[in-house]
């Protein structure tokens, strides 16, 4: 952990670093880096208008507490000595080198907002879509499309995490149910729309292996109008199941929840939502799109892991979401693994591709150690980097335009429209003064334009002449 003062690379010449990427990862970061460093200023760039990242486009929209998480991003953003520079893409609006003359160091924190894919049968038709891309839509990312077809009145959930819960329960809980959330218009429109009867959630592995964290699974029983259905016949544990629940109170907290659901009466709700375990997708069915999924039943192999027992089943489905992870994208040009998704790296150093760290670049966050772990744990990724950051300064080359100001002038000559932090607070008033006739907390604005124009256009100041 780095104190304030107290750390052992305390400099004081300035030092300016960028962060790219205004999501939690990103904003733990210029924190650290300030609090440790009193003379170190921070510009936190962002493709999007908006900071916040994974919290305004990835967390649910009924998960009001984790997006409480704001507060205290924004209180970090209200630090003078960090900037919000939004609406550059780095890589591609400016590229690094013209970034390195401004800055001693840039730490990458872009996060993974991307759909692991899932290499089976018919994965491409329509009605298959990725987890990623339906959170997108219903958090009113400004790149997802406007319109989401709700026609399936039985739906597949592949996975067994959080995002599958949280699909599943968007899926499944009708639209009124969801008007007190921020959601946009446009999605609201849609789900009043959404014909949905049933809801598979598909885990491949046993209840003992669950990434759902408990909470989040209660939260499925929460809704007055859906049932809860934990199918019986994949209720098993082998060894290393049993194990696991033994050393994990979350897991055995998850596995009871389970085994009482598994055996309650049924409430004969409208809307139901069916979890089943050990059944691995396998095929995606239908000619021109979706009309079923193939399953193939799993048998545990004693070390939590499954092999396939050649039984399959046929769902009948009209659409299928798949929730297996997420995958970052590629940066710029740095490194990158594509099988782990993540940027190379020592102790959040970025490794050239003969593992010899890149003089001043960085990383923190999902795309250092991979989309897991919740939101806190970013805060421990982000102590690593900011400490080799620091314990690297001396031999960083010193910049050639070290004045704040420098950079926003380059960015004015290459008539790049940015986004800043005053203009975030303008279009988040906006978005508030938009829900309140509705008693809605705030109601989103989704295109990007829109944004931009409600971000960089000054309220009018009231006339204060007598
Ligand atoms: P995740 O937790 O890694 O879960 C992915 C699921 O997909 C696992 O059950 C995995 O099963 C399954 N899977 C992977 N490949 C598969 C395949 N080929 N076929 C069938 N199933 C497959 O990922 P996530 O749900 O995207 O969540 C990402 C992170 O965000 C997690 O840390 C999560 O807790 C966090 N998150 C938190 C919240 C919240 O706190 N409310 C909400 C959303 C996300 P195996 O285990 O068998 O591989």
């Known amino acids: 952990m780095i104190h304030e003062g107290t750390t052992d690379h305390a400099t004081t010449r300035p030092v300016r670093v960028a962060v790219v990427g205004a999501g939690p990862a990103g904003i733990y970061a210029a924190d650290i880096l300030t609090k440790a460093t009193p003379t170190a200023t921070v510009d936190i760039y962002d493709r999007l208008p908006t900071p916040y990242g994974l919290i305004r486009y990835g967390v649910a929209p009924d998960h009001p507490r984790i997006k409480e998480i704001i507060t205290a991003l924004h209180q970090v953003l209200d630090n003078p000595r960090i900037r919000f520079i939004g609406n550059i893409d780095y890589g591609v609006d400016v590229k690094p080198e013209e970034l390195d003359q401004f800055y001693d160091a840039t730490v990458i ?13 018919g994965i491409d038709l329509p009605g298959s879509f990725g987890g990623a891309d339906f959170v997108s839509w219903y958090d009113g990312h400004p790149d997802a499309p406007r319109d989401w077809p709700m026609t399936a009145a039985k739906v597949a959930v592949i996975g067994a995490g959080n995002v599958a819960v949280d699909i599943a329960r968007i899926l499944a809980k009708t639209a009124d149910e969801l008007l007190e959330t921020e959601i946009p218009d446009n999605v609201h429109r849609h789900l009043v729309t959404n014909p949905v009867t049933d809801v598979h959630v598909f885990s491949r592995r046993g209840p003992g292996q669950v990434k759902f964290t408990p909470q989040e699974l209660r939260e499925l029983d929460e809704s007055p109008n859906v049932e809860v259905i934990v199918h019986p016949e994949g209720i098993e544990f082998d060894e290393a199941s049993l194990a696991t629940i033994r050393s994990r109170r979350s897991v055995k907290m998850c596995v ?3 085994q009482n659901w598994a055996a309650r009466d049924s409430r004969g709700r ?3 939502l069916h979890l089943h375990f050990l059944q691995a997708p396998v095929a995606i069915l239908g000619t021109d799109r979706v009309t079923g999924l193939r399953t193939e039943t799993q048998q545990l192999t004693g070390d939590g892991w499954v092999r396939g027992t050649g039984a399959y089943t046929d769902w009948d489905v009209q659409a299928v979401y798949r929730a297996i992870g997420y995958l970052s994208r590629p940066v710029a ?4 693994d594509p099988a782990t998704g993540t940027i190379p790296h020592a102790h959040g150093r970025v490794l050239d591709l003969d593992g ?3 003089p001043g670049r960085y990383v923190t966050g999902w795309i250092k150690r991979g989309p897991v772990g919740l939101i806190g744990h970013t805060k421990k990724d982000a102590n690593e980097t900011i400490a080799s950051l620091l314990a690297d300064l001396p031999t960083l080359p010193t910049v050639t335009h070290g004045d704040p100001a420098d950079v926003l002038t ?3 000559r290459r008539s790049l429209n940015h986004t800043t932090w005053a203009g975030w607070q303008r279009l988040d008033r906006h978005e508030i003064n938009l829900g309140r006739p509705h008693g809605r907390k705030r109601v989103k604005v989704v ?13 009018p100041q009231p006339d204060t002449r007598a």
Do not use: K, V, Y
Request: glycine residues 4%; without cysteine; hydrophobic residues 30%.
């Open 333 to 336: 040009d740095l490194p990158f």
């Open 256 to 258: 009871d929840i389970l």
């Open 356 to 358: 010899d760290p890149i």
């Open 270 to 272: 409208t809307r139901r």
């Open 410 to 412: 380059h960015l004015q």
């Open 109 to 121: 924190a872009t996060g993974a907002n991307q759909d692991r894919d899932l290499d089976i049968p």
């Open 447 to 459: 295109p990007r334009d829109e944004m931009i124009g409600i971000s960089n256009t000054p309220e």
